[in-house]
């Protein structure tokens, strides 16, 4: 069945840093991919999509570009901050249900 | 526009008791979905609702079950609880079905089982 996968976390970078979070898939067909963010104590907030292939979201200085070639999304962001820290959850669209991959927990020092 | 809204936020339920946890989408949304979160099993869907109807289901017990109403506001139902039923259960509408659909979760109702 069609499948996430995620780098292990946590990471911990230092503020201003340049994150990425590697994420690939398995999929029989061509889904759409997503990245989620949840912050402590709070359920998830959509942060970027992709619908096709070569197509990049982008949202709140985070980016990621739906590579079909080689199966992945991978979540990057030029300069965190210290609010940036949460837990990244990527995922891809079977139908209407989302599959997701582990989360990776993202913690930024000042 | 309100967003997703889910209720309670927690419960404390003993072994055997059942429980039920309620969804409102947001506004125009005919499509309900329900997850549960745990540390050891992340992000599992359990099913998903469209115009009182259920579309999809995952791979869970039929202790676990839900249901639409014609505003489509849902609940989910589960009986007999059991330890291993701790967790956080998320609700998320959509539009529609399509998997281009964006999903917006609720706050999530903590279920603990003593």
């Known amino acids: 069945g069609d499948s996430v996968t995620q780098m292990e976390g946590p990471v911990t970078l230092s503020e201003e840093a340049f994150l990425t979070i590697n994420c690939t898939y398995t999929a029989t067909g061509y889904p759409s991919l997503f990245w989620y963010v949840q912050y402590p104590g709070e359920g998830l907030q959509l942060l970027l999509k992709?619908?096709?292939?070569?197509d990049k979201g982008s949202n709140k200085g985070f980016e990621a570009t739906y590579r079909k070639e080689t199966t992945s999304f991978h979540l990057e962001k030029g300069s965190v901050q210290v609010s940036d820290s949460a837990v990244y959850f990527c995922a891809l669209s079977d139908g209407g249900k989302l599959i997701f991959g582990q989360g990776t927990e993202l913690s930024v020092k000042p | 526009k309100a967003g997703v809204t889910q209720t309670p936020r927690y419960l404390i339920k003993t072994r055997g008791q059942q429980v039920t946890l309620s969804c409102s989408p947001i506004?125009?949304?005919?499509?309900v979905s329900w997850y549960q979160q745990t540390p050891g099993q992340g992000l599992q869907f359990l099913f998903e609702y469209f115009s009182e109807t259920q579309r999809n289901k995952g791979n869970f017990p039929g202790r676990f079950s839900g249901r639409q109403f014609s505003n489509s506001r849902s609940e989910m139902n589960v009986s007999t609880l059991e330890l291993g039923d701790s967790a956080l259960y998320l609700c998320?509408?959509?539009?529609?079905?399509?998997?281009?659909?964006?999903?917006?979760f609720g706050p999530g109702t903590r279920l603990t089982v003593l």
């Open positions: 992709a619908t096709k292939a070569d």
């Open positions: 506004s125009g949304h005919r499509s």
């Open positions: 998320a509408s959509s539009l529609g079905t399509s998997g281009g659909n964006e999903q917006f």
